[in-house]
């Protein structure tokens, strides 16, 4: 079954309009301190009819099966697309961090810079990031690189998800 753009879409998410849907899969990740690690992952892009999708990640420990055991973590947002290309996102997440990210839409691929993380007092010491979305085979590939106060811009979660229910 072929994905179809939904009735109502905003003109301007055309570009985004591959993304909208769930996707699900496992991914890999690694972190000085914290080893390598494979994690199941949930993301959700929807619309309402307005010029912005909103965004809801959920990654999960999985067992030796890919079983998912307890949840890992989560984030949720809104990405903006502009009308020359670029798109502004912005995310939130327990750990207690909110980010601002902008990038470009090329085709089917979304590169994303942090502009500003925000940190309560008790969060994670995460300082800016890098992602990198793209359709590739019908799959949603993903990569996270990031920087804390104690490590410099790395490679920490990269993940293959498919669209569910079998649409591609």
Known sequence: MAFEIPEGLHPDL??????????????KGSWPGQGD???G????????????????SQTFDVDENGTAVRPRSM???????R????????????????EVWVGK???AKVELTTDAV???SSGESYTAG??????????????FDRATTEHELQPYMWARLQRAGGQG
């Not at 055309?14 to 991914?27: K, N, Q, S």
């Open 105 to 107: 839409i090329t085709g």
């Open 130 to 143: 890098q992602r990198l979305y793209g359709n590739v085979e019908h799959d949603l590939l993903w990569a």
């Open 37 to 39: 690690f494979e994690y």
């Open 83 to 98: 009308p020359d290309g670029d798109v502004e996102v912005v995310l939130c997440a327990p750990e207690g961090w909110a």
């Open 75 to 81: 984030e949720t947002g809104f990405w903006r697309p």
């Open 14 to 27: 055309m570009g985004l309009a591959w993304m909208l849907g769930r996707w699900e899969g496992t991914g």
């Open 118 to 120: 925000v940190r309560t």
């Open 41 to 56: 992952q949930q993301i959700d892009f929807a619309h309402n009819g307005g010029p912005y999708l909103h965004y809801l």
